[in-house]
């Protein structure tokens, strides 16, 4: 068992409404499956650790316990073009770069 993981499932799972069904539809698996990952009872694969990660739009690292950042403060960028990702990167260091001269 993974320290907090159910946790962190169940919490994005109520975030984007999804039942426990949709997610194991979603990927691929039976809802008994995700229940027993909620309740801590299964640990999943690597392989279903990454479906649920593309599915959150989060990092492995934040459902392992490892990365702390929350992620709905993770950008998606899903259907904008390279140029326009390259635009949000500067604009956002340069936020950054008048937040330490501020």
């Given at each position: ?22 997610v ?52 998606d ?26």
């Amino acid at each position: 068992m993974i320290n907090g993981l159910s946790e962190r499932l169940q919490l994005l799972r109520s975030k984007y409404n999804f039942s426990q069904k949709d997610v194991a539809d979603r990927i691929g698996i039976s809802s008994s499956v995700i229940s027993g990952y909620e309740t801590g009872e299964r640990t999943p694969s690597t392989e279903v650790l990454l479906s649920l990660s593309y599915l959150y739009k989060c990092s492995t690292d934040y459902l392992l316990g490892k990365d702390k950042d929350c992620p709905h403060l993770l950008l998606d960028t899903e259907g904008l073009s390279n140029e326009q990702i390259h635009a949000l990167q500067i604009l956002i260091k340069t936020i950054r770069q008048g937040n330490e001269s501020g």
